[in-house]
């Protein structure tokens, strides 16, 4: 597993970024979340939140998420493939053929039920912001997934959309960059950035806060 200190040998950035929110800034991220549509569950530590994110998925629901390291920590991500609780639509994606199949995992992909991943900022303003290399998890995030269950550590939580562009860019880049090079051999890359200020659908969006700092 890759750690801050792979890419931030002098502890200055995770001191900075990776460091759990204190109750007030919590409790004002969460009003201001639920203010903008979406469901807020705060979550005391990493457990809990595993319970929680799992008891809101219905059995046999079609479940898709993106890579995350922060559901990969939890056990989320091994619930979901391997329990058979589940119609988990990530290992049907990876096994299908690249070039003859492009438009059926195109397709899977953007419209699950229920689509569960992270952000890596929220702001005390109710605004998450997420990046991708790829932006596959976006779409649904924004639009395509029935609902959206996003699991987000006290650490990512920064006081406006300019900081959490900088969160970004500073520091959950470099973690994801180097996870990629480890795990895939290639470099990430910021290409894509979803801001996500209102939920119009009552119940799309829950955002599970867990005390605790967690993924990138």
Do not use: C
């Amino acid at each position: 597993m890759i750690t801050e200190v792979e890419v931030d040998p002098d502890g200055s950035l995770t001191r900075r970024w990776g460091t759990k929110a204190d109750d007030v800034g919590v409790k004002t991220t969460m009003a201001a979340l639920e203010a903008n549509g979406m469901t807020v569950i705060r979550a005391s530590d990493a457990a809990e939140a595993k319970r929680i994110v799992l008891d809101l998925i219905p059995d046999a629901s079609q479940v898709h998420e993106g890579a995350s390291q922060t559901l990969d920590v939890l056990g989320i991500t091994y619930e979901i493939e391997k329990s058979g609780r589940y119609a988990a639509l990530r290992p049907r994606i990876w096994s299908m053929d690249r070039e003859t199949e492009a438009n059926e995992i195109r397709r899977l992909g953007a419209a699950p039920d229920v689509m569960l991943g992270s952000v890596h900022a929220v702001t005390e303003t109710g605004s998450l912001l997420a990046a991708s290399m790829s932006g596959s998890q976006l779409g649904p995030y924004v639009s395509g997934a029935g609902r959206v269950i996003l699991v987000v550590g006290t650490q990512k939580i920064v006081r406006d959309i300019e900081e959490g562009l900088l969160r970004i860019n500073e520091y959950a880049y470099r973690l994801e960059d180097a996870r990629a090079q480890a795990a895939y051999g290639i470099h990430s890359a910021v290409n894509k950035v979803v801001v996500i200020n209102r939920e119009i659908t009552p119940g799309r969006i829950t955002v599970v806060l867990v005390d605790e700092a967690l993924g990138f």
